[in-house]
């Protein structure tokens, strides 16, 4: 049987790199492998704060998936990013669609040879998959492929999501992969116009052969109530609160 040439776009992708969406991605391809042709379309980039090129340009096969990289036009300017980026979402909602596209770009990666190659390839693929609406690759990248064009858009509460270009932005996707229905239940309030169509998937884990909650608390020394955080330590994730 032929299976289905599917590309999953992303901002970064590999083994190193712990990001939520990136992390997903993979995942996701390594799962669906078995039934589709896929082949991760994404950066050389390894640092997101920077976007500096790390991996080489070219196909590398990773645990049985093919990732295609292409480089980053240029490193990130934060001065720039900072000085035009709302401070809330009531600020996100009344700027510019100028001044979005220009945050859009500064957010970045941005890669031109990357989205030529969207544009060569899309008679060739046959769904084109983007992983995250937060960044320059699925943003410019899936208008260039909509009518063939899916988004796993890893929405939440957060200012950029108020930028008013969304809202026309969002309708150009064929169908939406949500992570939780919390998700789906967000971007419906936010977008009441637009119908948000697609499955609630999540990615599952693993799990362990062996685990005790008890051998847990006597390994750390925890006896009283506690949260449990699973996800990057960053400041942009709220830690510091």
Known sequence: ???????????????????????YCFEMAKRMSQYWD????TTCALDYTTWDNFYDEGIEIVDGIKINRFSVDETRDWETF????????????????SDAKK????????????????????DFFEK??????LYAPTFFGLPVVEKKAYLVPFAHDETP????IWDEWFKK?????FNTIEEKMFLESRFPDIT????????????????????????????????????????GKGCNE
Not at 13 to 18: P, R
Not at 173 to 177: K, N, R
Request: hydrophobic fraction near 40%; aromatic fraction near 16%.
């Open 1 to 23: 049987m032929i299976k289905p040439r599917v590309a999953f776009v992303v901002q970064r992708a590999g083994k190193e790199i712990a990001g939520g969406a990136e992390s």
């Open 38 to 41: 896929i082949e991760i379309i």
């Open 82 to 97: 900072n000085q035009i980026f709302p401070k809330n979402g009531e600020e996100a909602k009344v700027i510019t669609s």
């Open 103 to 122: 945050i859009m770009e500064l957010q970045g990666p941005i890669s031109s040879s990357l989205m030529t190659y969207l544009k060569e390839k899309y």
């Open 128 to 133: 084109f998959i983007f992983f995250t609406y």
């Open 161 to 164: 999501i108020y930028f008013p």
């Open 173 to 177: 996707s064929q169908g939406f992969i």
């Open 196 to 235: 948000f169509s697609g499955e609630i998937t999540g990615l599952g884990i693993t799990k362990p052969n062996n685990f005790s909650s008890i051998k847990f608390r006597q390994k750390y020394d925890i006896y009283a109530p506690y949260m449990l955080y699973i996800g990057r330590i960053d400041t």
